[in-house]
């Protein structure tokens, strides 16, 4: 995964916009679903749903927004899973002591954590998957073993009915989450970092010749990833007075489809913080319109499943090259001239 | 070097010449320490060194290892590996148990070609138009977990006088599936080392445009390797239904990661190309060993699954280290 063909270029303009502006028809859709389809079942949204919608949106959101972001920089970051499992239960267990000191252990965890992934993956150059997976086991055992495999509960619950107190449709835990979001879109709009990010993530080899600093710009996405996952458990954790032992793979199943929802691509150097906080609220707010509904759970993994293999389809590179290959007379040549061959930098 | 090259010569070339640099001497430095820990453990580990614990090692590693040494296919070809093996696992257990009502071999043959079906669509997927294994692995999963959910609800047992105690026997004080393992990777290394198939994967792996120039039926291969580790994971799920006496979607357990876990400490290339389906039977024993031992010590499932996540993200930083130096000396 280090150095990697430029899709973007190849496409058209055409398929280009309906690309980038794919998360906000869906947002618009899911939105228009939230209001219309309980409608017909009786039932009526309210703008309870949308502050219900935001608080799933400010935990899972979060956890997006680290993998988007380590998606864009061309990488991949299950070590989230890790974070998201870990630091919730160290700030529930030091939060009984001092609430800060909790979550500036929980918080500090994970910028030590995603230091550690960002190092290895910058400077050995080593796959970012096998790592991060190998974290993430590691931290999910840590965390098994200081709850000792059962879920702990947090007596500070004052904690939780202040983040969870609603003002219109926010609450306290939304409002952290759209700071968090907004800090991040600022950096990677306005400064020469965002830039460096998407470079990063669309041709490593030509950044470093360039002289953007790859290394540091790593480094500093995986520090990112696993303090926004942390933030967005640990506002959980405290929300619910509760860490889980096992989070499961639920937050990176959600993670990822509303990252590739947002218009990222796994190719790298595609995608920003207000796409992936867009794919995060659609994801959302279909969760809450099946909740509303009061629709059986195995419906919202089957649509989420559906989702994500639809955007697998507009996200594949061969996609075209294939179609074409399909109403071309020589099947094979075509989709073979049209590849564009991936170095094999391994 | 070329692919096929590295693929049978691989772990003799890479001993020959990455002898003298520092990352490979602190590979042989790893395996030493881990060797001496595991022999010295056995040693101090009070029950360790008994035949009743070897077959419960091999026991505990034979449904991981049976869907590892599949998966392993996926990774040579270069398709990473698949994030729902753990969920294809249940489903394939339950189905062989819903379906349990018109004869094992019936029930047997459908739960196969299933497993096989929902990864060699997945594989298909990956192959024809490029999509990102993991990304169509995690959504397969979702959808297994909602068609599961949608259909059935809780938990399935077997129907009263099923007749698949057979898949839960012991032979020779070794249950039946160790057997299945062991075969299943035998025909496996076999088969990628000695054919066409195999070498071609290994290729594929390697290298991706130089397969597709040289002609290569990628999508054909993609879709193949995925369809065996499908058939393995099926294979797993039946076997697992026959040792548990009710299934449900919780099947699913941690077998993914620790499929996942055996191939990388194996030692084969996450990127494809380059290891083996033997190297993954030696990854899935020595985790299960090393889960053994912490057992009989007495340490908690927590520490079990740490220690495992620590030796793959070392092994893996080591290895790639390794090779690393040995492709640029």
């Known amino acids: ?79 989230v899973l890790g974070v998201f499992a870990l630091c919730p239960m160290i700030a529930v267990k030091l939060g009984e002591i001092n609430l800060f000191l909790g979550l500036g ?23 970012s998957m096998p790592v991060t997976l190998g974290f993430y086991i590691a931290l999910l055992g840590a965390n098994l073993a200081i709850g000792n495999s059962q879920s702990v509960s947090f007596s500070n619950l004052n904690v939780g009915f202040a983040l969870d107190a609603r ?18 879109f600022v950096v990677m709009r306005f400064t020469r970092v965002g830039r460096d990010i998407r470079a990063v993530g669309g041709d490593r080899r030509a950044s470093r010749m360039v002289g953007v600093a790859v290394d540091r710009v790593l480094i500093g996405v995986f520090i990112t990833s696993a303090v926004c996952s942390a933030l967005g458990g640990v506002l959980l954790a405290y929300s619910f007075a509760t860490a889980l032992s096992n989070p499961g793979l639920y937050p990176l199943q959600f993670a990822v489809t509303a990252a590739i929802l947002g218009g990222v691509s796994l190719v790298g150097g595609v995608g920003g913080a207000v796409g992936i906080a867009a794919g995060a609220l659609s994801l959302s707010l279909l969760q809450e319109l099946f909740s509303l509904l009061a629709a059986p759970t195995y419906l919202s993994s089957l649509i989420t499943g559906v989702l994500l293999v639809i955007a697998t389809f507009v996200a594949a590179p061969n996609l075209s090259a294939w179609w074409r290959s399909l109403r071309s007379p020589r099947p094979g040549a075509v989709a073979v001239a049209s590849a564009v061959p991936e170095p094999a930098s391994k | 070097m070329t692919g096929v090259d590295s693929a049978t010569n691989g772990s003799a070339a890479a001993g020959r010449v990455a002898q003298l640099n520092p990352a490979a001497i602190a590979v042989y430095a790893f395996v030493a320490i881990l060797a001496a820990g595991i022999v ?12 009743n614990n070897f077959s419960a090692i091999l026991t505990s590693a034979a449904f991981v290892g049976i869907i590892a040494v599949g998966s392993t296919l996926i990774m040579l070809s270069g398709s990473l590996f698949s994030i729902s093996l753990g969920t294809t696992t249940a489903v394939t257990a339950i189905l062989f148990m819903f379906m349990l009502h018109s004869g094992v071999a019936a029930a ?21 138009i490029g999509a990102n294994p993991i990304i169509v692995t995690i959504g397969a999963g979702a959808i297994q977990e909602g068609v599961i959910g949608w259909l059935s609800p809780g938990d399935i047992t077997p129907p009263p006088g099923a007749g698949i105690d057979f898949l839960a026997r012991t032979i020779f004080g070794l249950p039946f599936s160790v057997y299945v393992f062991l075969g299943l990777a035998l025909v496996l290394d076999l088969c990628m080392r000695h054919t066409r198939f195999g070498l071609e994967l290994y290729l594929l792996g390697e290298n991706q445009p130089a397969a597709h120039a040289a002609g290569l039926p990628v999508a ?26 009710n299934v449900n979607l919780q099947v699913a357990g941690t077998y993914t990661f620790d499929a996942i876990a055996a191939i990388l400490v194996g030692g084969s290339a996450v990127t494809g190309g380059w290891g083996s389906v033997g190297r993954t039977v030696i990854g899935a024993l020595i985790i299960a060993t090393i889960t053994d031992m912490l057992l009989l010590v007495g340490a908690s499932t927590g520490m079990q699954i ?8 070392v092994v893996v930083v080591l290895l790639h280290l390794a090779r690393r130096e040995r492709r640029s000396p």
């Open chain 2, 220 to 245: 054909l291969l993609t879709t193949a390797a995925f369809a065996v580790a499908g058939f393995c994971v099926a294979v797993a799920g039946v076997l697992i239904a026959g040792f548990a006496q």
């Open chain 2, 40 to 51: 010295f453990g056995a040693f101090m580990t009070p029950g360790f060194l008994t035949i």
């Open chain 1, 167 to 184: 003002l219109a449709i926010f609450s306290g835990r939304s409002i952290i989450a759209l700071i968090v979001f907004a800090l991040v």
């Open chain 1, 105 to 127: 252990a929980a918080l500090g965890l994970a910028a030590v954590v995603g230091f550690l992934e960002g190092a290895i993956v910058a400077k050995l150059r080593v796959h």
């Open chain 1, 1 to 79: 995964m280090s150095a990697r063909d430029d899709t973007s270029a190849r496409r058209t303009p055409a398929s280009r916009r309906v690309r980038t502006s794919m998360p906000y028809v869906l947002l618009a859709i899911m939105f228009a679903a939230l209001f219309i389809f309980p409608l017909f079942a009786g039932r009526r949204a309210s703008a309870f749903n949308v502050y219900d919608a935001l608080q799933l949106w400010s935990a899972y959101g979060l956890v997006a927004l680290g993998v988007g972001l380590t998606m864009i920089v061309g990488e991949f970051d299950f070590g």
């Open chain 2, 108 to 128: 047997a043959a459908v739960t196969l070609l299933a497993g096989t079906a929902i990864f060699a669509i997945q594989g298909a997927l990956v192959g024809l």
């Open chain 2, 306 to 313: 740490f220690v495992k996540g620590l030796i793959v993200t």
